[in-house]
């Protein structure tokens, strides 16, 4: 018995065993707990927060693959402008709408902002955005390459250096599902946006429709122990307002990510962030996103979403 990571309630109902890691940077088999509250599915055994940085390999964020060569070059470059691009301009354009945004001076933090292609983008859209990354190699690209501002740490770092009420906007894409405590997370991300202000990410969720046709499959699983808790619509919902956020929207992820991440389940060594050297198996990915993609802008549209876009906002009293 375990507790749900995102409506406290005890886990007990086994709903997924031996699930290997998609990498193999882990050897063991895993399982996902299904939380009889909130229907959200929790990683156990759960990680101490010691053993976690030794599930990550070396080349996780995404731009540290395809660095080395013409070929890899290229195929990156493509893989940035038909693929990736497209799903950051989304998530971005979605959070800035839903903040309502109408000038570039907001104060916006990027939380796991890996190299910070995020950050990139929003600072040609004319915003000076801050990212926060534990990837000390990923901050250094970040910086370097991509000339952004971005910080070694965590949330908590955040909360150290700028304080209460001082972002207007706090984005985590992709990261809730890979910690041990998404509610603390919360809490100090409403504690860092000024009232009024939005806590925005995207992750993906546990009973959408693709999840549940992909079950133990599908990456959200497969990229275990890396993923701890897979929230369901209502556990993510719950745990953002047990903080005293109110959510204001859950909307669906870009089509082009969910059949990414469709490819990926079937051919679990096809993503850019694996291992340097980009090649047969990543075109065959991308051959496989496309032949995904019609069915799955279908179900994302029209069925229960697998990756969604939340944002939340601090009340004013
Ligand atoms: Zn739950």
Known sequence: MITCLYCGNNATTIYYSG??????VSRDDW???RCSECGSLNLTPRPSPE???SFYPATYSLAKAGQKGITNKYLARL???FVYDRVYYRQLRWVLRT????TSTIRILDVGCGVGHQLRILKTWGFDPIGVDTDEEAVRYANDALKVTAYVGDITTCADIFGSNHFDVITAFHVVEHLLDPVSFFKICRELVRPGGVVAGALPVCDGTVARTLGRYWVALTEAPRHIGIPSHRGLIQALEATGLT???IARE???NVAGSVAISISPRGSTSVGSKLGLRHIFSGILMLTALPLVAFTEIFGKPSI????ATKSYV
Do not use: K, T, Y
Request: charged share 15%; glycine share 6%.
């Open 99 to 102: 903040v309502n945004c109408r």
């Open 247 to 249: 959510v204001q929207e």
């Open 19 to 24: 699930i290997r890691d998609r990498l193999g």
């Open 79 to 81: 893989g940035h402008i």
């Open 254 to 256: 870009s089509v082009v």
């Open 308 to 311: 969604v876009l939340f944002a």
């Open 31 to 33: 399982s996902f707990v």
């Open 51 to 53: 053993q976690l940085p």
